[in-house]
């Protein structure tokens, strides 16, 4: 399945530097707030976009895949099969990406590979900047992989028009609040990262989470791992359990040519509990191809 999703990769990856990419099954883009549903075997997507300013002036939205029961697709960094969603707006007009998160990710085992993912609908929160005075306009192309049994690629290109002024729409505004409700919680002094640091021999991360005291009976905590492009990271191993305390030993599958020893490379790491979870930015040195 990872040989058959990086082929893909690679024809989107040279897609997205064109000037267009094809519409999933004939979609025509829909000029409003709701980009309206583009849908392939296994389930569907669309861009979602509240145009009313935040207190910072950014303006939010959402990505949704819709599944049908049975499928699921991927996290940020799925591990070692899979590739993680893909969104270039690039072609838009007025408007700039600022970042898109995610939700905290489940462990999935398919029987081929285990993986970071999704295993029902879900919405990625997205955050933007309006570049120019006046209207904008939101020219997003999409790629994810959703699987059942097979792995089925899924691409997309969504048109959004932004009116100029502050008026909402009270629907979308409503479908973005709860994908951002949905995010993992910022680190507690009872629940937070203690310490991510490699290891003497440099091909593992070691991570050591605090744990908080109440913790629902059968509940396994579990670990993911994301870093800049160019990083990937294996299953996490499980090395101790004391008191409060938890420790894992994560492989490393890929670094970048860019990474150097001497410098910080920022992770993000997601802790999570049953229904709760938590997100870290932690800086860890000394990562290298060598």
């Known amino acids: 399945m990872t040989s058959h999703f990086l082929i893909f990769a690679r024809r989107v990856s040279h897609m997205l530097s064109g000037a267009t990419l094809a519409l999933a099954l004939g979609l025509t883009p829909a000029l409003s707030l709701d980009s309206g549903w583009a849908e392939t075997e296994g389930g569907r997507m669309r861009l979602v976009v509240d145009p009313a300013p935040r207190a910072d002036g ?6 949704e895949i819709d599944l049908d029961p049975g499928w699921k697709t991927y996290w940020r960094d799925p591990g070692g099969a899979g590739i993680p969603p893909m969104l270039d707006v690039s072609q838009s007009k007025g408007i700039s990406l600022e970042k898109m998160q995610y939700p905290p990710p489940v462990r999935i085992d398919d029987g081929y590979a ?20 006046g209207s904008a306009s ?21 048109e959004i028009d932004l009116p100029e002024g502050t008026g909402t729409d009270d629907a979308a505004r409503a479908s973005i609040r709860e994908a951002f409700d949905r995010l993992p919680e910022p680190a507690g002094a009872d629940f937070n990262v203690e310490q991510a640091a490699l290891a003497a021999d440099g091909g593992q991360l070691e991570i050591s989470a605090r744990l908080p005291q109440f913790r629902p009976s059968g509940v396994t905590p579990d670990v993911f791992v994301a870093g800049p492009t160019g990083f990937a990271f294996a299953q996490p191993k499980l090395v101790a359990e004391v008191g409060g305390s938890i420790r894992w030993s994560v492989d490393i599958a ?5 990474a ?12 999570t509990l049953g229904q709760r979870a938590i997100s870290q930015s932690v800086p860890v040195k000394g990562f290298s191809r060598e």
């Open 254 to 258: 890929s670094v970048p040519a860019t």
């Open 58 to 63: 950014t303006i939010t939205g959402v990505l």
């Open 138 to 158: 939101i020219h997003a192309l999409v790629f994810v992989g959703i699987c059942e049994k097979i792995c089925v690629p899924f691409q997309a290109e969504f």
């Open 114 to 133: 285990i993986w970071a993912g999704y295993t029902a609908s879900v919405k990625f929160p997205l955050t933007f900047e309006r570049t120019a005075a």
């Open 260 to 271: 150097a020893p001497e410098q910080s490379e920022t992770l993000d790491i997601v802790v």
